[in-house]
């Protein structure tokens, strides 16, 4: 009943921005935490940053002072602006959402993935 899809990805040198979108679509009567998360080849799946409801944000200590996290609630929509992007920022990135449903089922919702590759 919900679904999340993300845009944003490609290829882009070191230094470089790249700013990810997420946005969320469905029967949604709201949205709690949302999030992005990546998963590198070989590695397992890590939280970058995550954003609640009010606005509090979190990050992973690789991204700190680079990425950052925000959301607009009007527009479903979760962003995730990148600068300063390293080689090891490399991966698929997921945008995760915990979304209740007007029929009122809570339940954590992942989008399909994007890829970010940074490289010279």
């Known amino acids: 009943q919900g679904q999340l899809v993300e845009s944003g990805g490609g290829l882009v040198q070191p230094g470089g921005s790249l700013r990810l979108s997420c946005a969320a679509s469905?029967?949604?009567?709201?949205?709690?935490?949302m999030g992005w998360y990546r998963q590198a080849p070989g590695k397992q799946r890590e939280l970058v940053a995550g954003?609640?409801?009010?606005?509090?944000?979190n990050y992973a200590d690789s991204v700190k002072g680079r990425f950052t996290i925000s959301r607009s609630d009007a527009k479903r929509t979760v962003y995730l602006q990148m600068n300063s992007l390293k080689p090891e920022d490399t991966a698929v990135y997921y945008c995760?959402?915990?979304?209740?449903?007007?029929?009122?089922?809570?339940?954590?919702?992942w989008g399909q993935g994007t890829q970010v590759t940074v490289s010279s």
């Open positions: 995760n959402a915990d979304i209740t449903t007007n029929s009122g089922i809570r339940s954590n919702y």
């Open positions: 469905g029967r949604i009567y709201s949205i709690n935490a």
């Open positions: 954003i609640t409801r009010s606005g509090s944000t």
